[in-house]
């Protein structure tokens, strides 16, 4: 089994930052890329950023404000988030394209963290 963890969420001004940081642990062979989903209330799951090697894609709505990096030693993602704006107030899932060590490969998601944009 895999598990996904996510921290780093919280209230922050418009304007402001925030990083949200994701480690996998368990069964792992291999991990082929991570990334972040949003979803805000009403609204369906949206995709943010990933990583995949030295590949980075963003949605557009974040791209020039969004940082993804990946510690492949700690198995872990970290999205810097600048310039925050109420927009980007939603649940933020960490997910990964895991091989475990039975040779599974599966997506893996976390379970969520708050960011809420807000003055």
């Known amino acids: 089994q895999v598990q996904l963890v996510e921290s780093g969420g919280g209230l922050v001004q418009p304007g402001g930052s925030l990083r949200l940081s994701c480690s996998a642990s368990?069964?792992?062979?291999?991990?082929?890329?991570m990334g972040w989903y949003r979803q805000a209330p009403g609204k369906e799951r949206e995709f943010v950023a990933r990583?995949?090697?030295?590949?980075?894609d963003y949605v557009d709505s974040v791209k020039g404000r969004f940082s993804i990096s990946r510690d492949n030693a700690k198995n872990t993602v970290y999205l810097q988030m600048n310039s925050l704006n109420p927009e980007d107030t939603a649940v933020y899932y960490c997910?990964?394209?895991?091989?475990?060590?039975?040779?599974?490969?599966?997506?893996?998601w976390g379970q969520g963290t708050q960011v809420t944009v807000s003055s």
């Open positions: 997910n990964a394209d895991v091989t475990t060590t039975a040779r599974v490969r599966t997506w893996y």
């Open positions: 368990g069964s792992i062979f291999d991990i082929y890329f």
């Open positions: 990583i995949t090697g030295d590949r980075t």
